[in-house]
């Protein structure tokens, strides 16, 4: 394989970011797009980029026996019936996060990947920034010692639409479930117990639909390491992305990214820009490097840098953090996992 060819299903915003990031690449082509509000707009947006078919029907793409991988970018409840049908197709897939909100879907969509020996990329895109994989690379070696603390603030500029918020399966499978991922990443071990408390401080649209705009969550991990992560959805000076992990030898820490370096010094005080304002400025160069691997992966047949078991690994932290929330108390990942089961039993 000297050229992969490329359909990306779902054309909204992170849909369009992904295929500029592919047109950089000149070892993938982008052979066709579909998105179910396909129109003259996507149409003319394609053709100004030189790619040739658009349609409505992603089973079109999927169907084609000349494309070689797919782009999963639709809403999330379509995830699973795509990547099944992607990886039956033979199919190699690139899938949005999370893969579903139910363990069990999310399950089956991953079997259906292994019995069809295709390779799976889930967008996990912090893990590509390059602040965060230098305190990962500090702590496989070994610089800080033992990692003791794990703390993750993750705040955005502002809350989502409530179109978004009806859909989204709340902040702790939605916003967090980044930090989760990170959280092992950084720490390189597995969560087994979590505690998750949440309120409704910025608008109260969040609570009409059972959710909340602010929460904390500690973690505990299997090696006895202790975590926490702290989420909102409206930080007034921008978009707050920082890490630490602290350690036996030492600490390893990230502050946020801002669009200059200069600080300004007066005798009122001193002066410096707010952060990059959100996800797309922040993590441009993460999204570039993620699909630049998942391409390299396919033309030299190398594992993935983040696979499904890392989809599904967050999903249960995710899973045991909503339960914890409900509950109020404590959860461990096997017990919100047992009575996710049990509950599906009893259907």
Not at 166 to 184: L, T
Not at 229 to 243: E, T
């Amino acid at each position: 394989m000297d050229k992969i060819r490329i359909g990306i299903i779902g054309m909204g915003r992170i849909g369009k970011i992904h295929a500029d990031n592919l047109l950089r690449l000149p070892l993938a082509e982008i052979a066709a797009v579909s998105d179910l509000f396909a129109g003259p707009e996507l149409e003319a947006w394609a053709s100004a980029r030189g790619i040739g078919t658009v349609t409505k029907d992603s089973a079109e793409i999927i169907a084609d026996p000349d494309i070689d991988a797919v782009f999963i970018c639709s809403s999330t409840d379509t995830h699973v019936p795509l990547i099944t049908q992607a990886a039956q197709a033979g199919k190699h897939i690139f899938c949005e996060k999370p893969v579903s909100m139910d363990l069990a879907q999310t399950e089956a969509a991953l079997e259906a990947v292994r019995a069809a020996g295709v390779k799976l990329q889930v967008g996990f895109n912090r893990r590509f920034d390059h602040n965060f994989k230098r305190v990962r690379e500090h702590v496989q070696a070994g610089t800080i010692g033992e990692p003791h603390i794990v703390k993750i603030t993750s705040r955005d500029p502002n809350p989502p639409h409530e179109d978004y918020i009806k859909v989204s399966g709340g902040i702790f499978m939605d916003m967090m479930i980044h930090d989760f991922d990170m959280a092992r990443y950084l720490s390189g071990a597995e969560v087994e117990e979590v505690y998750a408390q949440g309120n409704v401080l910025i608008n109260p649209v969040f609570a009409q639909h059972g959710d909340v705009d602010t929460a904390i969550v500690t973690l505990r991990f299997e090696n006895g390491a202790l975590g926490v992560i702290d989420n909102s959805r409206q930080a007034v000076y921008g978009y707050d992305q920082r890490v630490e992990v602290f350690g036996s030898k030492g600490s390893a820490a990230v502050t946020n990214d801002h669009p200059n370096t200069a600080e300004i010094s007066t005798a009122e005080g001193l002066v410096r820009d707010k952060p990059l304002h959100f996800f797309l400025e922040r993590y441009t160069g993460a999204y570039i490097e993620e699909t630049q691997m998942f391409i390299d992966c396919l033309l030299n047949d190398k594992p993935v840098p983040v696979d499904g078991n890392d989809a599904y690994q967050a999903e249960r932290i995710a899973l045991a953090a909503k339960l914890s929330s409900r509950l109020g108390r404590p959860v461990r990942i096997s017990e919100a996992v047992e009575l996710q089961k049990q509950s599906l039993e009893s259907v």
